[in-house]
């Protein structure tokens, strides 16, 4: 057996087990790969693949150990639902109760089968059932998921073949403060201008017609700063619409990405914003990935959206906190927004084009950048190259 191709295939699975929220240790052996973990252990077949390992290329390997790791859960949750009760200790009757016992006990064990057959010919058997688990539970593998999926996109693949289990998609959205204004009271989609997009955690027909058939999919209203960000933008108020469930689902879907970058632009001329930015996140974590939609009332502001919301957020900051903090200006979003007062929807499309994104014009004139749902990363690299032309950018290009 080739060794080094068995150790690949161990360390390609056991990297993807954790999008299936499967843990524990893989080993090849032979034609087979084993998974041990909580429960018996299983294994399935390689077939060929050890010695075709070398041969095949990385995009070809990472569909395979994805679809090995599948396979593995699958049946790892099988064995773990089949799995009987350990057995109670056995107690040995007294030597002068055994015979009586033993009889009334085999009438019992008759009596009980003879009943269980004519049930079972008037009803189905039933399917098995996945074995129970708690909140905390289920919200650790939704975690090891979305960070193994991370882990995944900023290695260059793409999010199609990814269970989406722990993503939510969130829908920024920020306004000026005119005289005496300030939060509302309560923060409803009725109080910030989306209640005709929003009722009861849903979309309406009236934001979208097939994102509102989604029946598992829920929005909620959140602040759109929290206490440190309001502080350092007091001239700026922001919302989130945050998707989670069936929405933050169909945001990766092909099919659906036209109808949330649409929503956003209603969204944003419902609410009144200024800027707005449309990405999707790990739930756990605050770092914003899978950036598709950026809008401003103008060049300076498009480029504001992005950097601020994409940049500033990313693991590794595409900002110069410190560049940032020199500029002129009442906080971070009205210093990008000042330094990039230069900037036209020409100049701005060049930069963010290098990296596919696209300019267009929205409501009210706005201008928006779109990244495509086959790009995750892309919004946080064009975030870089647009902070540097600002004058606040990490590193060179």
Request: hydrophobic share 45%; charged share 20%; aromatic share 6%.
């Amino acid at each position: 057996m080739d060794d080094p191709s068995a150790r690949e295939i161990e360390a390609a699975v056991q990297e993807a087990l954790g999008l299936f929220g499967t843990s524990g240790s893989v080993s090849v052996q032979g034609r087979q790969i084993a998974l041990r973990g909580r429960g018996a252990p299983v294994a399935i077949d390689l077939e060929q693949l050890v010695e075709q390992w070398p041969l095949l290329p990385q995009e070809l390997r990472t569909r395979k150990a994805s679809d090995i790791a599948r396979r593995l859960a699958l049946a790892h949750r099988a064995v773990s639902s089949l799995a009987p009760p350990a057995p109670a200790a056995r107690v040995r009757p007294a030597r002068h109760l055994v015979i009586p016992v033993g009889a009334i006990a085999l009438v019992i064990v008759v009596a009980l089968f003879a009943s269980r057959m004519l049930r079972s010919r008037e009803a189905p058997a039933a399917s098995p059932t996945e074995p129970e688990t708690t909140a905390g539970e289920d919200a650790a593998r939704n975690a090891r998921t979305c960070e193994a999926a991370r882990k995944r996109i900023y290695a260059g693949a793409s999010m199609g073949p990814f269970e989406l289990a722990g993503w939510v998609a969130e829908l920024w959205l920020a306004m000026p403060r005119g005289a005496g204004a300030g939060e509302p009271a309560a923060l409803t989609a009725e109080s910030v201008g989306l209640g005709v997009l929003i009722a009861q955690g849903k979309l309406t027909v009236g934001a979208d017609a097939e994102l509102a058939a989604i029946t598992d999919g829920a929005v909620e209203i959140v602040p759109g700063f929290d206490a440190e960000e309001a502080r350092r933008s007091p001239s700026w108020r922001a919302i989130t619409a945050r998707f989670s469930g069936g929405y933050a689902r169909a945001y990766f879907d092909p099919a659906h990405r036209a109808r949330f970058v649409a929503l956003g632009d209603r969204m944003a001329d419902a609410s009144a914003a200024a800027l707005g930015a449309l990405y999707a996140r790990c739930a756990h974590l605050p770092y914003h990935d899978a950036g598709a939609w950026f809008r401003g009332s103008d060049p300076a502001a498009a480029a504001t959206a992005l950097v601020y919301s994409s940049g500033l957020f990313a693991e590794m900051s595409a900002v110069d906190r410190g560049a940032l903090a020199a500029l002129p200006g009442v906080g971070p979003i009205d210093a990008l927004r000042g330094a990039g007062a230069s900037l036209d929807a020409a100049s701005l499309g060049k930069l963010v084009g290098a990296h596919g994104g696209g300019i267009t014009k929205g409501g009210t004139g706005a201008i928006v950048i779109t990244f495509p749902v086959g790009g995750p990363t892309r919004a946080t690299t064009a975030s870089r190259t647009v902070a540097r032309k600002l004058q606040v950018g990490v590193g060179q290009e």
